[in-house]
């Protein structure tokens, strides 16, 4: 590329020159894949992701908590960003039924089934604040994409009632109108026509 394309903002990167610049850590965003789960599906993801990392952080760190909670963050960010439009609101709810799932392998209860319920359910009294942040997470980021969705829905709307009025005006200016004549004088109202 030669001095002069380089001088020319916009010229050579691809983008046009009024545009501003995308920042890295957006192009970094957008390499990431984007499915679109259904609302079983987002929930079934985040419950198996939290599974998987209950079992890890139980073999590798001895059921730590900490790690536990802050991987959370992340799962519970991605199942409300790969819900699909039409199930937002199941995101914030499949969250923490993920986190109960996933609190199982850690919570370490002795003495049976009933001994085990009694340590989950200890496990997630004592980790509410986690549980809490990332349902709050999940809530935040359905939210956000809600109202985008609806903003792109009302935009669409006034586009498609702004082309339907242009080509309704379009339309009545080609047609004659309904009191002309042939000759092109319109009749007076409430007056018949002289032969």
Not at 112 to 140: E, I
Not at 148 to 159: E, P
Request: aromatic fraction near 4%; avoid cysteine.
């Amino acid at each position: 590329m030669d001095a002069a394309a380089a001088a020319v903002p916009g010229r050579g990167s691809g983008r046009p020159a009024g545009a501003r610049p995308v920042p890295p850590v957006v192009l970094a965003l957008r390499r990431f894949p984007s499915p679109r789960l259904t609302g079983l599906g987002a929930g079934l993801f985040a419950a198996a992701a939290m599974l998987v990392i209950g079992f890890l952080d139980r073999l590798i760190l001895d059921g730590s908590p900490l790690v536990f909670g802050l991987l959370f963050l992340p799962v519970s960010a991605l199942t409300a960003l790969w819900v699909r439009t039409a199930d937002l609101v199941t995101a914030p709810i499949s969250v923490p039924i993920a986190f109960a799932v996933g609190v199982v392998p850690i919570a370490g209860g002795t003495g049976g089934l009933g001994g085990q319920a009694m340590a989950v359910v200890t496990a997630l009294a004592v980790h509410a604040g986690w549980l809490y942040g990332g349902t709050l997470v999940a809530g935040l980021i359905t939210s956000v994409r809600k109202v985008r969705d609806m903003g792109r829905r009302q935009q669409r709307a006034a586009g498609n009632a702004a082309a339907a009025a242009a080509a309704a005006g379009a339309a009545g200016r080609t047609a004659p109108g309904a009191g002309e004549k042939a000759g092109g004088r319109p009749s007076a109202p409430g007056r018949r026509p002289v032969a």
